[in-house]
């Protein structure tokens, strides 16, 4: 069965974000970028620590790129019906300058 909820999915990370979500078929790493953040959306059935961890890295790659913060928003995929909520996952780092903490 195909999985086009994926679709429906960043468009939602990208309304919660304010920001606007990239076709797929541009095949760059931002799903949704937004005025000061950049997001990768994940929508899974399961995403293990090392997943988040590499999905984190990368965007926080872009987001220094591109000086803004990078994300990841994370929505499992529970079944028809079933709402789960939204995980944001990002690296300290990133969460240091969202919140304009020092260095440690």
Do not use: C
């Amino acid at each position: 069965m195909a999985r086009t909820t994926w679709k429906q999915a960043e468009r939602d990370a990208a309304s919660i974000l304010h920001g606007r979500r990239f076709p797929a078929n541009m095949g760059g790493a931002v799903d949704v970028e937004g005025d000061r953040i950049v997001a990768q959306v994940k929508n899974v059935k399961r995403f293990s620590l090392l997943q988040a961890e590499r999905a984190a890295l990368e965007i926080e790659r872009v987001g220094n790129l591109k000086h803004k913060t990078g994300i990841v928003m994370v929505h499992r995929s529970a079944g028809r019906g079933k709402e789960t909520p939204w995980l944001v996952v990002m690296t300290a780092g990133m969460f240091r300058e969202l919140t304009g903490g020092g260095e440690p």
